[in-house]
């Protein structure tokens, strides 16, 4: 009887989370309005210390996490990373730095290089104040091709991702096209999550059914042409697909996220979800937040799920779907996310899909900046 | 030319993974856990040396013969996956 031989806590125990994905900063240079961030983001605490993050890193490696991301906000407009970086590569986590690349400079890339990054992720995107459109955007695109050659140069290899909407997904040629010339090996296009301030503007942002069925056709085109030189992914929105994911590949089981002010989630954007209460890393260290925090159980596993997803034999491949999407539309985080098709709230998923067919409407972008995040978060 | 020299591809990290009790290959969007023979191929997949003297190494290790044909067949799934690119020169 060997089993007898381990203790009875290691057996039950759980695996620690894989990724560690440190959200060091809200601060922004640009102002997506696809941006997932909370749209309160403007009313966040204090952001936590070098040390405070530190902490956070040993932990989680001491759980067993193996990767690292840092992102944000814009993560360069701190200046320790270079520090977290260090410390994270040195306890054995590959390390990712996910950034638009605004402040990238020649001697940020190598003390970052120095400090062992494994890998970069330049996000390529740019729906600014000044032009929403991407392409008519010239300054943008110098700056990614600049950022792209730099890192090039220093040896990490091109990895872009682009989310794609309503207002750009009609260039999506001349984006692919632009990724070549920049030398990219990989390309993900993501459609919009509408989380955060995407929700906000989901109108002005979804896409129609044809100009979606278009987009994939040239990702089509452009793979078939391009073979290995450049591999392109192309994300296939919620609403569209109708299947609902596997969010985080399931609650507390893989994935630990930090925000700036030291919230510890599950999911990147949970933090909006009403009734749960987010332990601090300020307060607990992460084994308990993990292990035992009642947030990281709250919706871990499937016997949380509704009656919808009880009896739908699919449940265990993706849990009910998104708890924040599913919060979103209908007020309540443990429902079944609507873009479900079983979902007794899926003809709100229709309605917006039907919105977007809608002739002649405009709506506004409204963009993320703090300034709208305070007027926002104003009851009147 | 040289013998071809598998190396890993810079865009995986190989390493000994500690909770997981096993080597692992570390990359931006994740981590694949490598059983126990799968590890010691990559271990030695260091961009000097051969196949052959991979599978020559492999051999005097485990005090074995003939593991050629499951070395090359590793390989050329590992290849495959972009794990490993080829030293020729
Ligand atoms: S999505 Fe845009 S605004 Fe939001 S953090 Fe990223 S770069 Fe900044
Ligand atoms: S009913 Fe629930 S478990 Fe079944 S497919 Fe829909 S979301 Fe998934």
Same mark, same amino acid.
Request: charged share 25%.
């Given at each position: +009887? =060997?089993? %007898?031989? !381990? #203790?009875?806590d290691? +057996? ?64 360069? %407009? ?23 690349? !605004?402040? %990238?400079t020649?001697? *940020? ?16 995107? =740019? ?11 010239? *300054? ?7 950022v792209?050659? +730099? ?19 009609d260039?999506? =040629? ?55 030189? +450049? ?47 987010? #332990?601090? !890393? ?22 949380w799920? #509704? ?7 699919d ?8 708890r924040?999407q ?42 993320? =900046? ?11 | 030319?040289? @013998?071809?020299? @598998?190396?890993?591809? /810079?865009?995986? /990290?190989?390493?000994?993974? @500690? ?24 271990? /030695?997949?260091?961009?000097? /040396?051969?196949?052959?003297q ?6 005097a ?10 070395? $090359?067949?590793?390989? $050329?799934m ?9 030293n020729?020169?």
């Amino acid at each position: +009887m =060997d089993t %007898l031989l !381990v #203790p009875p806590d290691a +057996m039950q125990r759980r695996p620690g989370p894989l990724w560690l994905l440190a959200e060091v900063t809200y601060r922004c240079p640009l102002h997506c309005a696809f941006c997932y961030n909370p749209v309160d983001f403007a009313q966040a605490g204090p952001e936590l210390s070098t040390d405070d993050w530190l902490k956070v890193i040993r932990e989680a490696r001491a759980l067993g996490a193996a990767q690292f991301g840092i992102s944000g906000g814009e993560p360069l %407009l701190r200046d320790d990373i270079e520090i977290l970086v260090r410390e994270a590569r040195g306890l054995g986590f590959y390390t990712n730095l996910i950034t638009s690349g !605004v402040g %990238l400079t020649e001697a *940020r890339l190598a003390a970052l290089k120095d400090a062992g990054l494994d890998h970069i992720q330049l996000s390529f995107q =740019d729906a600014t104040r000044e032009a929403n459109d991407l392409i008519t955007n010239t *300054r943008t695109f110098d700056l990614k091709r600049k950022v792209a050659a +730099m890192t090039k140069a220093a040896g990490y290899p091109t990895v872009i991702n682009c989310v794609l909407h309503r207002t750009n997904i009609d260039h999506l =040629d001349r984006i692919i096209e632009m990724a070549v010339e920049i030398g990219a090996e990989y390309l993900e296009l993501a459609n919009t999550q509408y989380h955060g301030w995407a929700f906000l503007n989901r109108e002005a942002l979804m896409p129609t059914a044809a100009q979606l069925a278009e987009a994939e056709a040239v990702t089509e085109r452009w793979k078939a042409r391009l073979g290995k030189k +450049m591999r392109i992914l192309f994300v296939t929105p919620d609403y569209q697909s109708k299947k609902p994911k596997k969010c985080m590949n399931g609650w507390g089981e893989v994935f630990l996220s930090v925000t700036p002010d030291g919230l510890a989630l599950p999911c990147h954007t949970a933090r909006m979800l009403p009734g749960l209460e987010f #332990p601090n !890393v300020r307060d607990h260290g992460i084994d308990w937040i993990w292990h035992d925090s009642p947030l990281f159980n709250r919706f871990r596993g499937t016997a949380w799920l #509704p009656e919808t997803c009880q009896s739908c034999e699919d449940k265990d491949k993706d849990h009910g779907g998104c708890r924040c999407q599913a919060f979103m539309l209908t007020g309540d985080p443990s429902a079944t996310d609507p873009v479900c098709p079983k979902s007794p709230d899926h003809g709100l998923i229709d309605a917006a899909l039907a919105e977007a067919e809608k002739p002649g409407t405009v709506h506004p972008l409204v963009f993320r =900046d703090p300034k709208n995040s305070t007027r926002l978060a104003r009851p009147f | 030319m040289n @013998p071809a020299r @598998p190396a890993i591809n /810079r865009l995986f /990290r190989f390493q000994w993974e @500690p909770a997981q009790q096993a080597h692992v290959l570390l990359y931006p969007e994740g981590m694949v856990k490598l059983n126990q023979s799968a590890g010691e191929i990559l271990k /030695r997949c260091d961009g000097a /040396r051969t196949v052959s003297q991979i599978v020559a190494d492999l051999e005097a290790a485990f005090n074995a013969s003939g593991l050629a044909p499951e070395v $090359e067949a590793f390989l $050329e799934m590992a290849d495959a996956q972009n794990w490993i690119t080829w030293n020729t020169d």
